[in-house]
């Protein structure tokens, strides 16, 4: 490189007449300028920054303070308006850059995970937890294993610093001119290499090994938490802060448990080398007669200088890796999101949109990777100088110590060739073994960088772990809508003035949870002045109570968006109960058990089809293995549900396999879900409009039968016509937090819709005469007719 380099030169100066060292020293002149102004950039810019910033501030602190009164300016901050629920999930907040001024201002909880990514108090907690997890005792697989990396290690060690004596004496029998002496010492270097080679390869399968073992207690704790108390539901419906939880449970999970069993060999191979390697060469240093201390002394001041150094001009890794993984996570969202609505994007051509969306979140990674090169490329470039060239010119001086300066008088020094033999003995050995007590330092700095990266991974899996924890005790953090007010029409037909401050108790602005839930003794569903909130405390019904025994079947209706399947929602324990008393009756069993009937069952609009067999969709949640249905019971509830032919068209019958959420149609799915309601006959069914794709003959059939086997009904409909004479009790809402109560007169059901055909049949013969007239109008203005 250098010879091209002055050829270039060369041609430079001849061709212009320029004299070589003159042109020489511009380039260098030029080019160390714009190595000072690359560095000093970032420091001049960040102070700009900090400096406008600064000044903005002061000018809108006093612009308030001019223009504002305080007492209203207190009320306004205690009475939040609208706290916006699409808000940026915390995924955004981690990885947040101080000083940054794309960064959005984060919340408390956003700052606090930013925090968190540095090397400081809460991340020594977090990790703390997270060891235990993962090494849960003494007598563990992974105390074993840990075992066996740390002898490796040490093995390893002694080995080095055997290579490296053996390295010197076979240098000394070269300068003695030793031939049968150098043979030997061969030998003895081919017979240390294969113990050698097997423990290297054996570190790195003990780390491979420790690895795994940690991702695996992490994983199982994690699913095990993530898959208890409807804690998947409840972090991505009733709290915002993990936005969604799969980056951190896959990626994140699988990089903390890497980054902890490499970070263990990394400090305590360095370490151990080290120690061994500044013993060994102090007592290589007593046996030529020099000071042991200076040498050591001077390398520890070095090496401290430059880490103080490193770590001055070090980016912030930590944080850098957080806003990585949580990019990484929107960008494998958003290719979720267009798998899971394939459909309705073909349906709607929004190709091109989701191409927009894929492309931002894509570039918006690119623009973050790009800015930690351009951090890494001056970073390595300075840690390279320090640990390179500057450590190897003070490894050069020490060892040069005991050689240039000894202690002993120059007299009593040998000069005979035993006497050079020895010197250079020792330098080789030397050399050897301040290159691997270099090679050990330097890995004891780039751990730095690896536990920053380390500190990043624990913020985002231990934040995960603690919203797990706070939402299986019903602790939620959600964006919330107040200060609405609604005139609502109660059963009674009183009007009040209803808002979410007086019926919702906030304290620190989140929502308490003040209902009580308790087991009905006579089996029936009870809810006791209950309020109707959406996660987002948006009030729909401020208070509702009514009382369903077993055989009550109810019907309910009213307008999109009232509460109907939001009542589903609070009896099944998906929603918390913020006001009054949800009474309902105990589990009596599990799905996995034989014999025993769940006392609720939801089927929605659109059924879930698990992966797995045909025999699978109709047991879930149970497993099809476990249960001693026989196949003719089986194909007996498909024919109440008119799907036998499904059955008998595939290969395998009910252990066909098939992507049956793509492969039914929607009618088909829904009387499979319907099958699957007969196959587990519990004692309450929460139906949410779960025929509406179904004829209303066969839709008739399914509620008798239903009915016939014990099922007391909850059905969310709008054909109120069709299926009123399956029901007891009708529940109407009105849409505007209002409701009604009572029985179903199916007479009166008959009469309504009755009118409203009259009415729509009144309403026909004006639209045809309004039609009529603009067909006249159209014609005698346009050539064109209308057919």
Known sequence: MSSVFSKLIDKTSARYGIPQEKLTKGVVGALTTLYLLRLGYPYLNQVAARAKKKASSLCSGNGNRDNSDPRQSTNNNNNNNVKDDTSKPNDDKNGAIPGDESTPPSSSTGNKATGGNGLDREFLNRLMTLLKIMIPGWRTKETGLLTCVTLALLARTFLSVYVATLEGSIVKKIVLRDGWGFLWMLVRWFGIALPATFVNSAIRYFEGRLALSFRGRLVKHAYKMYLSQQTYYRVSALDSRLGGAEQRLTDDLSELATSVAHLYTSLTKPLLDCALVGIALASFSARMGSRTVPGPLLATAVIGLTGQVLRMASPKFGQLVAEEASRRGRLRQAHARVSAHAEEIAFYGGQDAELRNLNSAYDSLVVHVRRVLRLKLWYVMLEQFLMKYVWSGTGLFVIALPVLFPVMSSSKRSNDDNGVSERTQYLTTSKYLL?????????????????????????????????????????????????????????????????????????????????????????????????????????????????????????????????????????????????????????????????????????????????????????YPADSTSRTSSDEDLLHLLDLVDLRSLAEREADGLDSRSDWDSTLSGGEKQRLALARLFFHAPRYALLDECTSAVSMEAEGTVYETAKQMGITLLTVTHRVASLSRFHKLLLRFDGEGGWDLGPLNQTEVQAKVANQEQDKDKEEPHHHHRLQELHDMLAKDSPVGIS
């Open 435 to 619: 290159s691997s007590g270099a090679d050990a330092v330097e890995r004891l700095m780039s751990s730095y960088k690896e536990a920053v990266a380390l500190a990043g991974y624990t913020s985002r899996v231990g934040e995960m772990l603690d919203v797990f924890k706070d939402t299986a005790l019903c602790k939620y953090q959600k964006g919330v809508v107040v200060g609405q007010n609604r005139t609502i029409a109660g059963n009674v037909g009183s009007e009040t003035t209803r808002s979410a401050e007086n019926i919702l108790q906030f304290k620190h602005g989140v929502p308490q949870i003040k209902g009580i839930v308790r087991e009905s003794t006579d089996g029936s569903i009870g809810l006791t002045n209950v309020p109707v909130v959406t996660p987002n405390c948006e009030v729909i019904v401020p208070s509702i109570t009514l009382r369903i025994k077993p055989g009550d079947h109810l019907l309910i209706t009213g307008p999109n968006g009232c509460g109907k399947s939001s009542l589903f929602r609070i009896i099944s324990g998906l929603w918390p109960v913020y006001g009054g008393e949800l009474t309902r009756p105990k589990e009596t069993g599990k799905f996995t058990t034989d014999g025993a009937k769940p006392t609720l069952f939801y089927i929605p609009q659109r059924p879930y089809m698990t992966v797995g067999t045909l025999r699978d969709q109709i047991t």
